[in-house]
């Protein structure tokens, strides 16, 4: 059965790695949510996609200069502008707390390609183990050294490579750096792909899937999971090819 995660969270219905789009995730039916973690000049744990504010907040600056306090200051809800309060960053300690309500698995994309956070990885390590999540969450990274480091330090929790261009025989180089999935860009991917690592124990979760006819296709080839902004959408159009 294809899993749906909610990309950044219901983030065509509310403002991307809000509280608000994880809620929104859960009520629609998503099996799981995917967010982005970074950390802030005091060293917390925070879920934002971007190494700068300035796109999903009304602030300016790169993440890692600013407090927690205030980061938590600005509004979060940037282009849906008809929202009424404010939306703030979560940190990744209250997306974890809100997780102890349901049975939500996270895929969390560390996001260190660009900007090396140092510890990024122990200190989300660390909070997964307090919460005793090892088995909710998935982590992964464009950055392959990263999640290699987070096998070597953690090999009970699962890892899987996110990747935008071809990889050859990728199933094979996820058991190489002992990933149990790959999360490629749907674009390098084709049926052979996806069979292969199916068949070799690699599950398959390709972002980000909002287009109908390319869900049906997932879906007909039982890929493991689709990653997508809209996860109603998803789920519907599941209901209807079940009913073909």
């Keep these: ?55 999903t907040t009304n602030g300016k600056g790169y993440v890692k200069d600013y407090l927690l306090t205030d980061l938590k200051k600005l509004d979060a809800s940037y282009k849906f502008k008809k929202k009424i309060k404010k939306y703030r960053i979560p940190t990744l300690a209250e997306v974890f707390q809100w997780m102890t309500e349901n049975e939500m698995i996270c895929n969390i994309e560390l996001k260190n390609n660009k900007i090396q956070y140092e510890f990024l ?23 392959h050294y990263s999640i290699v480091h987070c096998y070597q330090i953690a090999p009970d929790i699962e890892i899987a490579p996110l990747y935008s261009n071809g990889i050859f025989m990728p199933w094979l180089y996820a058991k190489s750096i002992n990933a149990k999935a790959i999360h490629p860009n749907v ?14 124990q690699i599950q398959v979760r390709p972002y980000t899937i909002n287009d109908p006819k390319v869900m049906e296709w997932l879906y007909s080839l039982q890929c493991s999971a689709i990653i ?17």
């Design 187 to 200: 674009k390098t991917l084709n049926a052979d792909i996806i069979q292969s690592s199916l068949n070799d």
């Design 121 to 143: 990885e122990e200190k989300v390590i660390q909070l997964i183990r307090e919460f005793h999540f090892e088995h909710r969450v998935i982590l992964s990274s464009f950055n």
């Design 1 to 55: 059965m294809t899993l749906i995660f909610a990309h950044r969270g219901f983030s065509s219905l509310q403002p991307e790695n809000t509280m608000q789009a994880f809620q929104a995730a859960y009520k629609a039916g998503a099996d799981g949510i995917e967010i982005d973690v970074q950390l802030t000049k005091d060293g917390e744990i925070v879920v934002i996609h971007d190494e700068k504010v300035d796109r």
């Design 228 to 244: 997508t902004d809209d996860p109603e959408k998803a789920i519907t159009v599941k209901k209807l090819q079940r009913k073909k």
